[in-house]
């Protein structure tokens, strides 16, 4: 299995400009969640899909940011317009199901993540 | 009451030596804690975790210890190597519901094993 592929790995943009991730998820996994990670805050949870459809976004941090996931294989997160406070690792992870192993919490997999820098 | 909270934020240790990386947690419903580790340039990757139902869970060089009255959760890594140098990050969640997989995770500790 390739794991969780993340798009681009790196982006450099000026202020004010529209940004795309992108993430594909592993094949069979049907939770997907978008983090950020600061040196300031540490890992945080942005917003996360069950089977495509979005279940919590209270993490997303203004209405600049939005995140789509069409499909079970593809999910975007759009930032626009983009500001240099919004420089971070950008992480996408997948997992399945509710608790196999007996209820609860199962393995989330991460991608390598998008390094983004705003000028 | 969703905030977890890690000490140390750094952490030298000697090759072959025990590190310890410790969190503490608020939320009594909280009922899965993960510890994830982080090398540069990577995504964090699961290392071990462990339930409520048991104080102690061990793989390898690994350890958890979890106190629950205490509300606190800590990673021992045993004989430390250079190889384990890498970021640690503890997580907490709670099953069921709406609220399933949401992990809540601490600030990191940036561990360094010294040759």
């Known amino acids: 299995d390739a794991g969780v592929i993340q798009s681009p790995r790196h982006e450099v943009t000026e202020m004010g400009q529209e940004v795309t991730l992108r993430c594909k998820p592993i094949?069979?996994?049907?939770?997907l969640f978008w983090y950020r990670q600061t040196m300031m805050r540490g890992l945080e949870l942005l917003i996360y899909f069950n089977n495509n459809v979005p279940i919590d976004d209270s993490g997303m941090p203004e209405d600049r940011f939005s995140a789509k996931m069409p499909n079970a294989s593809f999910s975007t997160l759009k930032i626009q317009p983009s500001e240099p406070r919004d420089s971070a690792v950008y992480f996408c992870a997948s997992s399945f199901g509710t608790g196999r192993g007996g209820g609860g919490t199962d393995t989330q997999y991460f991608g390598p993540g998008t390094r983004l820098t705003v000028l | 009451q969703q905030q977890v909270k890690q000490s140390p934020q750094s952490l030298i240790v000697q090759k072959g030596g025990i590190s310890i990386i410790n969190c503490a947690y608020e939320n009594t419903a909280f009922d899965y804690f993960p510890w994830y580790q982080q090398f540069p340039g990577k995504g964090p990757a699961l290392l071990i975790a462990i339930r409520p139902d048991v104080s102690e869970k061990k793989e390898g060089r690994f350890t958890i210890s979890f106190n629950k009255s205490a509300k606190q959760f800590s990673l021992h890594i045993m004989d430390s190597q250079p190889g384990d140098s890498a970021t640690y990050l503890c997580a907490a969640s709670k099953s069921g519901g709406g609220a399933t997989n949401k992990l809540i995770f601490g600030t990191g500790t940036l561990l360094a094993v010294q040759p």
């Open positions: 094949s069979g996994h049907d939770y």
